[in-house]
């Protein structure tokens, strides 16, 4: 009437002249306003929970369905609208339903339309919503809602309206509940958290991979989010596909309680599911097909502070042991050397009555004032051959031992040497501290050319310069990897924060790939215990730095007082590789605690580069221990490791999928492998220049056609010919498959090189007829037994960012071990181990060449 009354034209009334007429026309103007007003009636009904109503709606009529229903304080109910519309062709217009609450109001129109990726529309005839309850401040009152529904349509449209009472709104812990869901029925349930818990975990599991869904943990307010296209607006979300789980804390939510919200998308593709065709026209409704998913929900509690401290004890405990063990076995071996020493102040040609003391046959040699460490030369034969071999070469060490029979065993007796001559001899060849001395004069260069390509050589052959300019050398790697560290963890540490930080405001759950059902947040992390499980790293590496601190002390002293065994015999003593390896240990566990922070594939780099570290400082090292002389500088060795880097996140960056790139990076490999082969073939005396062809033709004429000669150094071309095929064989691997995870494809190159090498060097060192210590050999059979379990746990998988989150959530797993560590937990604690065991095996495993002279120990 009022509309009636507004659209009155008054120019019309004030040309009327008063009397019949004008009482006429009021008539006439009565009558219009009743039809008008008939043709938009608005009806109110009283209506009941779960009654079917059937009815129809036009834009000359709307329909207001009242419901009422107690709401208590202390139980929350609730309410579910469903609507279907009835299609037919004549239908036009959608129906808008509006839902008035006391302080919510929820509208939605039918069908309901739902866009996807590239804007494609999906059309829904049947919505079904949960209506949001607002909490109550009296114990008990009764509330009026109220459903509109209203259509611009002209023509009728039919639809089925129902309201009902929810099953199972309020979730109980640890009791699974059962539901239905789609993209236009969504559904959202209520946890209270019970007294005496503060976290617990939401699990969220369906037997169908697709349609893809989503999990959202949302506050107690009004409106609820719950559409594909609205549900990551607030709280906590991430997609699924068969499981979902987040951790829940009683401090993030003021009212001890929240919605556990899942939906269902309109399309699989977040979830790694095929895209579907795209529309020919842009406004053309698709038809979403049947997208019902059934899933079930979980609320369990979560672990308590008291698990917490009990995993950290735990953490420290097992990395605190290594250090009293190696405590304990610094004290007897300290003990052992003593008693050996005292032996050694003896004169060493007293005969057996005047020493009191008679041979044995476990002693069958002495050694004047040499320590026996377990391998000295094997037979008589092997001292023949290799005085005869050093002598057809022109270079002949200085002889050491004497053989003189005593009964029916020989005794070595070493001839003493002038310690004038031996001072006299170190003090010309201290001099001169700088390398560039040596090498620059011509007579020593063409020595270098004769020495290195002899037949068989010696390290002594390979240990001429100056002992303090090598040391300069080589601790150049430790201050260099200490500057890289520097340089490189701060920007890790500060873009890792970032990540967390953006997780904890968006509240999106698919930027971090973790194990969601073993991921116990502490603070602003929210995956402490894969942090914590890094720290093994950081206290190996530590506690093997102070190893190589005490091993270094001591050899210095020995130097200090002119120990003939520490200046001419054993290995050459350079510890800087040492330590840079233990400090690369150290910031490879201060990264991957930082990867894990927010691991996915564009931080996974910070879990790698340090790998790659390690993996080439060890074959640098394994290098080094025969080859001090010509091993790589620093500044070579890191920028090679810098170059593996850059390829690794060019990989990772445009690898996936580019053949371009594999053609590129495979090529690069097996030139890299060539120039590397011959280097270490020649002893690096050869050059790369514009004659290099013409050498190479040569070579093969001379050596193949002309005459079919063997190689000249049989071991190293067997190594060489056997890293040749396994880098082969990994090139083609990658050319052929393109595997997605390029960084550890890179990482397992390095690694099979690594192990490649150190079983040539082992079988080298027993085929020469050394031996291995008691010591380093458990550490070599401990460390393989230890890196094989951790690889079982290493390839458990639990998660994987070459997949989309939902699909990486597939492989979640449960905590095994104190209910707060999971498989790739008991990695890092094994791995880290294993690496400790890796360093020492490389440390201790020449210990048995300690009283041996350089001119009597094989270069392989």
């Given amino acids: 009437m009022s509309r009636c009354w507004r659209s009155r034209p008054r120019p019309s009334v004030r040309l009327c002249p008063p009397g019949l007429g004008s009482v006429v026309l009021q008539v006439l103007w009565w009558s219009v306003c009743l039809v008008r007003s008939d043709s938009s009636v608005v009806v109110q009904k009283d209506a009941q929970f779960g009654v079917l ?72 005839t049947q919505v079904g919503r949960t209506l949001c309850q607002p909490p109550t401040v009296l114990p008990s009152e009764t509330q009026f809602f109220y459903v509109d529904v209203s259509t611009l349509s002209s023509t009728s449209v039919q639809y089925q309206l129902q309201v009902s009472r929810v099953e199972s709104f309020t979730l109980q812990t640890d009791k ?36 893809c869904s989503v999990m959202s943990i ?143 046959p476990a002693s069958p040699y002495e050694y004047g004032s040499f320590a026996d ?113 520097v340089f490189y963890a701060l920007p890790v540490i500060q873009l890792v924060i970032t990540y967390q930080t953006v997780v904890n405001v968006t509240g999106n759950q698919d930027i971090c790939y973790y194990n969601f059902l073993c991921a116990h947040p502490l603070g602003a992390l929210s995956s402490f215990n894969n942090i914590l499980s890094n720290l093994g790293y950081v206290m190996l590496g530590l506690l093997f730095l102070l190893i190589v601190l005490q091993r270094d002390i001591l050899h210095n002293r020995a130097l200090v007082r002119n120990d003939v065994t520490a200046l001419e015999c054993g290995i050459p003593k350079h510890f800087g590789l040492f330590y840079a390896m233990g400090t690369a240990l150290m910031m490879e566990g201060l990264l991957s605690a930082c990867y894990h922070v927010c691991p996915n594939y564009t931080n996974f780099q910070f879990d790698t580069s340090f790998m790659y570290m390690i993996a080439g400082l ?59 082969s011959t280097q270490l073939y020649y002893m690096g005396r050869w050059k790369l220049d514009s004659g290099i062809m013409r050498r190479m033709l040569y070579v093969i004429y001379t050596d193949c056609i002309r005459q079919c000669s063997g190689p000249m150094y049989i071991d190293r071309m067997v190594l060489l010919v056997m890293g040749n095929i396994v880098n082969w064989s990994l090139a083609a691997y990658g050319l052929i498959k393109r595997p997605n995870d390029f960084a550890s494809y890179l990482l397992a190159i390095a690694i099979c090189n690594l192990l490649l090498y150190f079983a040539f060097y082992i079988i080298m060192k027993l085929r020469s007829g050394e031996r291995i210590h008691c010591l380093a050999l458990v550490c070599i059979l401990f460390t393989a037994v230890v890196w094989g379990f951790a690889l079982f746990f290493f390839f458990q998988g639990l998660s994987t960012w070459q997949k989309t989150p939902a699909e990486s959530r597939e492989h979640n797993r449960d905590c095994i071990l104190l209910s707060f560590f999971d498989d790739h937990d008991i990695w890092h604690f094994l791995s880290s181990i294993a690496m400790f065991g890796s360093f020492l095996v490389l440390l201790t495993m020449d210990d048995d060449l300690d009283s041996v002279q350089r001119d009597k120990i094989y270069v392989f």
């Fill in 218 to 360: 949302q506050d107690i307010q009004c409106p609820v989010y719950d559409l594909d296209n609205n549900v990551a607006f607030i709280g906590m979300y991430q997609t699924m596909t068969k499981k979902g789980a987040i951790t829940v804390q009683r401090k993030d939510f003021p009212s001890n309680s929240f919605y556990v919200v899942v939906v269902v998308k309109t399309e699989d593709e977040a979830c790694g599911g095929p895209l579907k065709f795209y529309p020919l026209l842009p406004d053309e409704l698709l038809d979403a097909g049947n997208r019902s998913k059934t899933l079930d929900v979980v609320v369990s509690p979560a672990i308590n502070s008291e698990v917490y401290v009990m995993g950290m004890l735990f953490c420290l405990g097992i990395f605190l042991s290594f250090y009293v063990l190696t405590f304990l076995v610094a004290c007897i071996e300290n003990k052992r050397m003593n008693r050996k020493r005292e032996g050694f102040l003896q004169p060493a040609d007293m005969s057996p009555a005047e020493t009191g003391k008679g041979l044995t």
């Fill in 176 to 211: 699974k509940f059962s539901f239905n869901a789609t993209p236009s029925q969504p559904q959202f349930f209520k946890y209270v958290f019970p007294e005496g818990v503060d976290t617990v975990i939401v699990k969220v599991n369906s037997e169908k991979n697709f349609p």
């Fill in 373 to 485: 460490n377990g391998s000295t030369l094997s037979s008589e034969p092997v001292t023949d051959s290799l005085a005869s071999a050093e002598g057809s070469y022109g270079y002949m060490g200085q002889e050491t031992f004497k053989r003189r029979p005593i009964g029916s065993h020989h005794v070595a007796i070493r001839f003493e040497r002038s310690m004038d001559t031996v001072g006299r001899c170190r003090q010309e060849s201290l001099s001169s501290v700088e390398e560039d001395d040596y090498d620059t004069l011509a007579d020593i260069d063409s020595d270098k050319n004769i020495v290195r390509t002899k037949k068989y050589l010696c390290v002594a052959d390979l240990a001429r310069k100056d002992k303090r300019v090598l040391n300069k050398k080589y601790q150049i790697y430790f201050w260099n990897i200490a500057t890289i560290a």
């Fill in 53 to 124: 109503y059937l009815d129809t709606v036009t834009s000359h009529n709307q329909t207001i369905y009242s419901f009422n229903h107690t709401v208590s304080r202390n139980k929350t109910e609730g309410l579910r609208v469903s609507v279907e519309l009835l299609l037919s062709e004549t239908t036009k217009s959608p129906i808008l339903f509006v839902v008035r609450q006391k302080q919510a109001v929820l509208s939605f129109q039918v069908p309901l339309i739902l866009r996807g990726l590239y804007q494609r529309k999906y059309q829904y």
């Fill in 618 to 676: 060890c074959m640098l090292k394994l290098y080094q221990k025969r080859h001090p002389d010509i091993n790589a500088s620093a500044y070579t060795a890191y920028a090679c490791l810098a170059a593996v880097i850059f390829f690794s996140v060019l990989g990772v960056v445009f690898g996936k999928g580019n053949t371009a790139f594999w053609i590129v990076f495979s090529v690069i490999h097996i030139l890299a492998t060539l120039l590397l």
